[in-house]
């Protein structure tokens, strides 16, 4: 009997050890997503890197709604584009426990298994310029980006008189968006301009996000084809690149270039026509969508066709056919030398 006791003494002693520990690993966990105060939460947007001056930009408008919510909201971005660094920093930032993280992916398919870590842990995920993620609660996007590659191959069109050779950059092959850009241009110019060829040896080519190789790409492709009369940029590195390989060569009012850019970065060029059109959403805008979207998800609110971010081409944003995740604005816009001057960025 007294055997019997002692092992029940024993085994109480261990349950109570084993709850009073459990107890304490509960009040340790850190405190994530919508069970805080709302005071309390931090919401970090995180750029492919801080120098860019897209994404400087872009922090502009994480400024601006974290000055008008008077919350916790930043953005922190790599020293250059790289997707191992931006993976470390999104690692950083699961360890840290913030509440959201906004990004824009150097590599989705490397950063999307990070992001699923990131959910695991209860922090809310939105995306910008990563259409193929899944591990996101939404991705949202300016606009539908085949819809603003054709946008963009209208402007090349029309500087090329709508016939004649053109190829098409992009940043990396593994850009998600910018591929979605050029496929949707490549494919409005065979709907809608059969007097224009794609060119067939070498259909697209990398940028690397880097100015300098846009030109000396651009540079590469003119001498090889001496027939090619238009280059379409996506990265906004890009048309100015290939704009100061056109005026080396002094190929200016042969050959032709449209794509995305900042007003200010390109004035010059527009005003010499070097550049024929730049189309462009605002990334300061962008910024604030995203952040918008992240404390809807984190107030538990819900998200549907029509849905106003209170932000300016985002008042009716809508749902990709067939997504739940895929979002879309109307935020496109064109610059010409006629209206360059008055974007003020």
């Not at 790289?82 to 990004?103: E, F, K, S, Y």
């Not at 100015?240 to 850019?261: H, K, M």
Request: net charge negative; aromatic share 6%.
């Amino acid at each position: 009997m007294k055997k019997i006791l002692a092992l029940l003494l024993v085994a109480s002693m261990m349950f109570m050890l084993i709850a009073a520990c459990a107890s304490d690993n509960d009040q340790a966990a850190p405190e994530t997503g919508s069970d805080r105060d709302e005071s309390d939460w931090e919401i970090v947007v995180v750029p492919k890197d801080a120098s860019n001056p897209w994404f400087v930009r872009m922090n502009t408008g994480v400024q601006a709604i974290a000055q008008r919510t008077g919350l916790n909201i930043y953005q922190r971005g790599t020293p250059e584009i790289d997707a191992t660094l931006q993976a470390q920093l999104v690692q950083d930032l699961i360890a840290a426990g913030v509440d959201a993280i906004c990004i824009v992916p150097v590599d989705p398919g490397s950063i999307d298994p990070i992001l699923a870590q990131a959910r695991e842990a209860g922090i809310v995920v939105i995306s910008h310029e990563g259409a193929s993620l899944t591990n996101v609660d939404f991705n949202i996007e300016a606009f539908n980006n085949e819809q603003y590659g054709a946008f963009i191959m209208d402007n090349l069109a029309a500087a090329m008189g709508e016939e004649g050779l053109f190829t098409t950059m992009v940043a990396h092959v593994t850009n998600a968006s910018h591929n979605e850009w050029a496929d949707g241009a490549v494919a409005h110019q065979l709907a809608t301009y059969p007097n224009m060829q794609l060119l067939e040896s070498t259909p697209r080519v990398e940028s690397e996000d880097n100015g300098d190789v846009a030109f000396q790409t651009a540079l590469e492709l003119l001498t090889r084809y001496p027939d090619l009369r238009g280059i379409m940029g996506t990265s906004s590195f890009d048309a100015p690149g290939i704009a100061r390989a056109i005026q080396e060569l002094g190929l200016q009012g042969q050959v032709f270039t449209a794509g995305t850019g900042l007003p200010n970065d390109n004035a010059e060029l527009l005003h010499s026509g070097a550049i024929h059109a730049l189309t462009l959403w605002d990334p300061a805008l962008a910024g604030e969508a995203m952040v918008a979207l992240a404390l809807m998800v984190l107030r538990g609110e819900e998200v549907v066709d029509g849905t106003d971010l209170g932000v300016e081409g985002y008042t009716d944003i809508r749902f990709m056919p067939g997504s739940t995740k895929l979002l879309e604005g109307q935020g496109w816009i064109v610059i010409t030398s006629e209206n360059v001057d008055s974007f003020g960025f």
